[in-house]
């Protein structure tokens, strides 16, 4: 009876680590590694693979 209620307390602890929907903040773009990850790096993806798509159509 002893180890069920453990496993039953266990269970309804929160991990501690991960986020939580009470935990989010919107994105702060006054800091330049958010402006990089999230605005260049996906824009320069995008014109990297329109340019690759591109060229493999080209080569056919």
Not at 7 to 18: D, L, N, W
Not at 33 to 51: K, S, T
Request: hydrophobic share 45%; charged share 20%.
């Amino acid at each position: 009876m002893l180890t069920s209620l453990y496993v039953f307390i266990m269970s309804y602890q929160a991990p501690e680590g991960i986020p939580k929907p009470s935990d989010n903040e919107p994105i702060d773009f006054t800091d330049i590694n958010n402006i990089i990850i999230f605005i260049l790096v996906p824009v320069a993806l995008a014109i990297f693979y329109y340019l690759w798509r591109k060229g493999k159509s080209k080569g056919r």
